[in-house]
């Protein structure tokens, strides 16, 4: 194979593994809010009364 190719294949598979990771870390860690809202459930109870 010429060297272009290996770089070419190369490059694919960095990008495929970057966006692998990525989107499995969108697909298992909870969204900001979520983490957000279970850091200060007292400010949501007072917000949901008022």
Same mark, same amino acid.
């Given at each position: 194979m010429k060297f272009e190719t290996l770089m070419l294949h190369g490059?694919?598979?960095a990008c495929l593994l970057l966006c692998l990771g990525v989107m499995s870390a969108m697909f298992v860690l909870p969204a900001p809010a979520a983490i957000a809202a279970g850091h200060a459930? *007292?400010?949501a109870a007072v *917000?949901?009364?008022g």
């Open positions: 490059l694919f598979a459930p *007292s400010t *917000s949901a009364e």
